[in-house]
């Protein structure tokens, strides 16, 4: 059988999308009342869930205490039911460590830890559908929970992959166009001052084509911190008109 | 903007996984139509007078075919008087699941455009899109998407009434419920028969029609063969060892019977023998088929008579048993061969193929058989009317379908390729029957050419041409100022190789090979990159040459013409006086060429001495170093085969052949071979050491021992010992083979050996482990330097490129899962290529005896087999069998004797190399497979040996000719 068509000539995905653009994001703030921030963000069909504690003192091991700044502490899960096959997922499999590490990498670059030193700042996020871009929509949902938190970050930091077809980058890839043989490459952005908080590939690409990949993921995660930022402001102008009354 | 839409899908991968997928549905497609001012895309496909003449519609119209339209009808679709045609996405889809190569035709249409061919992305339209229904298969849910999408495409012109001189759209399908259905709904729909000959401009396109429906076309209801099997019963009868699977092969000389050759998992392959039409079941050459073998008391021995299916068209009915008659012969009880029926067809390999037609005898009929070329391919039933014209030219015709109660398959005209005989056809039909892929190329290959004018200006340095800064900066040396030459054949024009010599300061000569580089302008992967993986190698036929890249780069870009800048792939050698190789060095370069010279005017500055020029000097010193470096060879075991290569002197204005010459060879020849050896064999090395997994080699194994059992008998009947233990012992052997007043016979023993050897072979180096090139004794060989005609010499650049780091590497380069692959294109396409090479030879000889008559000519018997001698005309390189044997008069005593071989024929007995003398004229009375016809002269047998009659003077032949 023929593998799928990534592009169709027309430009085209299998789910109808053109080559730049996102899937459609839906977000919301402040989901538990018990934790310090939380969010729960969709993209597509990726759905996950972003808790914040803190900042508070450090628990467990003292020695992890940091003395000029916060220690940041992630963890990534995936729910049993988040893929087409019901699996057991234990807790520090090879995969979760790395997504934990990597948002912990993340995070220690966006968030201005130096204003609380020793103390510690939870991050748990958890993938309750998975459809692609697992890490990208973790960030963008621990972002907005830490923003709930109220703990101050430089800027939003917005996640997002694109893969590489005929000559052209997709945007926000979903789980069959992750599968089909693309080289992906995720990237976390300060979309203000353009920093880049995280680049990530393990495929092979040609040299002459990366510049164009980081072109297409800066553009797509801009457009990403436009939507969260609305989410945002949509959540404090609730927020304010509640307390108002 | 998006509509999100989220559906769910059950899919069977192992077990049953349900998949969820985004389906976004878009206001943004546009109807592609010049007529409509709602949409804004930025071109349009279709145009606002869509007229295609037609009984059925006066009005201008688009087309929208429907799946199963589309997959039987492309040779209609293809036809450029078809156009403004709207491809649904749905339709495109089904297509691409269906048909692979159909996909490709659609797609190529979709691209041209003259076509006014648009696809319409009606799955992700707003409007369009529609949800299965509970309960409806997805074959109903497609042809209902095609209707809504027709829907809505006439419902969204008709907003546009005033300025499109009432545009309708128009439904093409072939299946009546469907047909229904969308008449029911008001969409203007037609079966695509009654379309196709409504048209008033081409009514030959009714022919291209494929048959579709069979009930049509039945003549008889008695049913000849027996069902096919099912896939799913055929796949677990091969999986239960019931059946086995094969790839069928019909016999060239019996039309009853073929042959199946099995491959089982870990076993040599085995041949198995179908004969008789029930057994045969349909299958047609090359079929991969599913046999059951019969019990053994059925098994049956291969027959010796030659059957062809001629005369009329059989009856369906009552002539097989006699048929079948004709292979009850009796045999020996050992001879018997596993014999087998075939019970399902797993894979059709249907091509078009060509042929001719054989009009039928009725004056009115339109249903005609046609005869292919090729005798392994069974006659096909074809409908048309146009038969006079076609008669006696060469058509092209595709099978649609072979119906269990039908004797012959049912097949419709594609296209005429011209009158038989002539040179045009002739040459189109070996290349479409050898697969030789020999199309223009398309404009998307072509868009990968650079643009012109194309220079390498003078002041930018070595770095910096427009194209060379895209892929190179900087890793190219600059060679100009060395005097490079080039050698070759009298009128090439595709050069890809030059050479220089000079010597170094320590007293050390710096030999160079510089090929064209090819690769610098074929990227990989790209569509220009595709069709030369695709072609595999240039084709190089009579008169004509069949391009691998276009010719821009053949005879152009790449072609290291003189005095012009051009970009190579040069190998650099610093040698000692001995040839020893003190030092290699590969560089990306430019270099100028100062001369392009044939073989001739090489060797006559070599040997004038009174020349002593730049150039002069080189070639004296490259032609030392050959000499030295083609003895060395020789003293490792490389053999030096024979074989006749002859060359035609065309005319130069009608280009039929006026004269035939065997070629002759130089030392100046010998030269360029020598250095082209030496860089293969050096760029083999490298790229093995650096890539060891995936490096593409070519290697020649050395055969059988069974295999030179002729060689060495036919050696032994002239008293002569040939040892074959090794490449060295049987070089050494022809070497030393001399038989007094004979010296033909070396060539002869030469001839004799090349016949023995096998086939040389690319592979990839990961693939494989034994690398041995037998024929070069060379450890190790690959092919660089003929890079514009060769695909495998492109890999092999990329690779060296990569190696010494002058390019980038990509993906497929380094799976050698996909190179192994690509060997395998590679491999049969130079089969191919040789035979059409051959073909093409064959046709031009028999093209100059046409215009000669008949000619008495000297020749030495070159095999001896049952019942005929095949002699060779060394002045012709010509070889042609001497049967002794014919159809209808009783023949000679013949006594064959396989020990010799010798045969005895009345009185006479015939030895190899024995001389004989034979008269040559053209047998023309099967027009499709016209041959020289040879006859016995001398020495005289009565009622074998023609008469010696003086031929006609051959100037006054080709007077009458003219």
């Known amino acids: ?245 | 903007m998006l509509k999100s839409k989220t559906f769910v899908k059950k899919t069977r991968s192992g077990g049953v996984v349900k998949i969820v997928r985004e389906h976004y549905l878009r206001d943004d497609i546009w109807c592609g139509s010049e007529v409509c001012s709602e949409c804004k895309p930025e071109t349009t496909e279709l145009q606002k007078n869509a007229y295609i003449e037609s009984n059925l519609c006066a009005y201008p119209h688009y087309l929208i075919p429907d799946t199963n339209v589309v997959l039987h009808q492309i040779d209609v679709l293809e036809d450029p008087i078809i156009r403004n045609v709207i491809i649904l996405q749905t339709v495109l889809q089904e297509v691409r699941h269906r048909s692979a190569p159909i996909y490709k035709r659609v797609k190529d249409m979709l691209h041209e455009k003259e076509k006014h061919f648009y696809t319409f992305t009606n799955e992700h339209h707003r409007e369009t899109f529609i949800e299965r229904e509970p309960g409806e298969s997805a074959n109903d849910r497609n042809d209902r998407a095609i209707r809504v999408a027709a829907k809505w495409y006439s419902e969204h012109l008709k907003a546009f009434k005033s300025s499109s001189d009432g545009l309708e759209v128009v439904l093409l399908t072939n299946d009546q419920g469907n047909k229904q259905k969308a008449a029911d709904i008001g969409l203007v729909v037609f079966k695509c028969e009654e379309y196709i000959k409504s048209l008033i401009a081409n009514p030959e396109l009714v022919d291209r029609l494929a048959l579709t429906d069979n009930e049509k076309n039945e003549i008889s209801k008695k049913v000849l063969f027996p069902e096919h099997l099912p896939l799913s019963k055929v796949q677990a009868g091969i999986k239960a060892g019931t059946f086995l699977q094969g790839t069928y092969r019909a016999s060239r000389d019996n039309y009853l019977e073929g042959s199946v050759f099995v491959q089982k998992d870990g076993e040599e392959s085995t041949e198995v023998l179908i004969q008789g039409l029930a057994n045969l079941n349909r299958a047609v050459h090359q079929d991969v088929v599913a046999v059951q073998i019969l019990a053994r008391d059925k098994w049956v021995a291969p027959s010796s008579v030659v059957l062809q299916d001629e005369g009329a068209a059989k009856d369906d009915a009552g002539d097989e048993e006699d048929e079948d008659k004709a292979l009850k012969t009796t045999f020996a009880e050992t001879a018997k061969k596993p014999t087998a029926r075939i019970v399902g067809i797993i894979k059709r390999s249907w091509r078009p193929f060509c042929g001719m037609l054989n009009v039928s005898q009725i004056k009115e009929s339109t249903r005609h058989l046609f005869t292919p070329a090729d005798r392994r391919i069974p006659r096909i039933r074809i409908e048309t009317r146009q038969s006079s014209t076609l008669a006696g030219q060469r058509i092209m015709v595709a099978i649609d379908g072979w119906p269990k109660d039908s004797r012959y398959p049912n097949g419709h005209f594609v296209r005429s390729l011209g009158g038989a005989g002539e040179k045009e056809t002739e040459q189109e039909v070996l290349l479409l029957e050898h697969d030789v892929p020999h199309q223009a190329f398309s404009q998307t290959v072509l868009s990968f050419l650079p643009k012109m004018p194309w220079v390498i200006t003078p002041e930018e340095s070595a770095s910096s041409s427009y194209w060379a800064v895209v892929v190179d900066e900087g890793k190219r040396e600059d060679l100009r100022q060395l005097i490079v030459c080039s050698v070759d054949p009298p009128g090439c024009t595709d050069i890809d190789d030059a050479l220089h010599c000079r010597e170094l300061d320590n007293g050390n000569l710096e030999v160079g090979v510089h090929i064209a580089d090819v690769s610098h302008f074929i990227r990989p992967g790209n569509a220009l990159d595709q069709e030369a993986a695709n072609r595999g190698t240039t084709v190089y036929l009579c008169g004509k040459r069949i391009d691998m890249v276009p010719e821009l780069l053949s005879s152009n870009l790449c072609s290291l013409r003189s005095n012009v800048e051009r970009l190579a792939f040069s190998c650099i050698w610093e040698m000692n006086h001995n040839a020893e190789i003190v030092k290699t060095r590969f560089t990306k370069s430019i270099i100028n060429s100062k001369a392009s010279l044939t073989y001739a005017e090489a060797q006559m500055r070599i040997d004038d001495s009174t020349m002593n020029d730049d150039i002069t000097i080189s070639l004296r010193g490259l032609n030392k170093l050959a000499k030295i470096l083609k003895r060395q060879r020789i003293q490792n075991g490389a053999l030096t085969l024979s074989s006749l290569e002859v060359r035609f002197h065309i005319d130069s204005e009608t280009h039929d052949p006026i004269d035939l010459q065997t070629k002759e060879l130089m030392e100046t020849n010998s030269m360029v071979e020598e250095f082209m050896l030496l860089a293969n064999i050096s760029v083999a090395q490298k790229i093995y050491d650096e890539f060891p997994e995936c490096a593409l080699l070519r290697k020649h194994p050395a055969p059988p021992p069974s295999n030179y059992d002729i060689l060495i008998k036919a050696a032994k009947s002239k008293n002569v010992e040939i040892h074959t233990d090794s490449a060295k012992a049987l070089a050494d052997s022809l070497d030393v083979a001399r038989v007094d007043n004979f010296p033909y016979f070396n060539t002869l023993l030469r001839i004799l050996a090349t016949r023995c050897m096998m086939q040389a072979v690319y592979f990839c180096s990961g693939m494989d482990s034994d690398f041995h090139h037998y024929g070069l004794a060379s450890p190790i060989y690959t092919h660089f330097t003929s890079p514009i005609r060769r695909y495998s010499d492109i890999i092999v650049h990329r690779l060296l490129a990569v190696a010494i780091g002058a390019d980038a590497t990509y993906s497929d380069l380094m799976d050698k899962h996909k190179q192994s692959a690509l060997c395998n294109n590679l491999n049969y396409r130079h089969k191919m290529a040789q035979y059409a090479q051959r073909a093409s030879v064959a046709f031009h000889t028999q093209l100059f005896f046409k215009s000669r008559g008949v000619l008495n000519e000297e020749g030495f018997v070159l095999f001896v087999r049952k019942n005929a001698i095949i002699v060779l005309i060394p002045k012709f390189g010509l070889e042609g069998t001497v049967f002794f044997d014919s159809k209808d008069k009783a023949g000679p005593k013949l006594i064959y004797d396989e020990e010799g071989p010798v045969l005895t024929v009345e009185q006479h007995t015939f030895h190899i190399f024995d001389k004989v003398k034979v008269t040559i004229s053209l047998d023309a009375s099967n027009i499709q497979h016209q041959k020289i016809r040879m006859a016995l002269l001398d020495p005289v047998i009565p009622g074998v040996s023609v008469p010696a009659e003086n031929p006609e003077p051959p100037s006054k032949k080709s007077k009458i000719d003219r």
């Open chain 1, 1 to 245: 059988m023929a593998g799928l068509e990534l592009l169709s000539d027309q430009g085209y995905r299998l789910d109808g999308r053109k080559a730049n653009e996102l899937r459609k994001v839906q977000a919301r703030m402040g989901v538990f009342a018990q934790a310090d921030g939380s969010a729960y963000i969709e993209q597509g069909n990726t759905k996950a869930l972003a808790v914040v504690y803190g900042p508070h003192e450090m628990r467990g091991s003292r020695s992890r205490t940091l003395y000029d700044r916060a220690a940041i502490n992630c963890q990534y899960s995936m729910a049993t039911f988040s893929t087409a096959e019901r699996k057991r997922r234990p807790h520090g499999d090879k995969k979760s460590t790395e997504m934990s590490l990597h948002l912990k990498q993340t995070f220690e670059a966006a968030i201005l830890t130096q204003l609380y030193p020793r103390s510690q700042i939870d991050i748990f996020v958890k993938i309750l559908q998975s459809d692609g871009g697992n890490y990208s929509v973790c960030v963008n949902a621990a972002t907005l929970a830490v923003i709930d938190a109220g703990i101050p970050m430089r800027d939003y930091v917005c996640a997002c992959t694109v893969g590489f077809v005929d000559e052209t980058p997709l945007a926000d890839l979903c789980y069959t166009e992750e599968n089909g043989g693309v080289s992906s490459l995720a990237m976390a952005l300060l979309p203000r001052g353009g920093q880049i908080a995280l680049l990530q590939m393990d495929a092979r690409l040609h040299q002459d084509h990366l510049e164009s990949m980081m072109e297409a993921a800066m553009t797509a995660c801009k457009g990403v911190s436009k939507v969260l930022d609305e989410v945002v402001r949509q959540h404090l102008e609730e927020a304010s008109a509640l307390s108002r009354d």
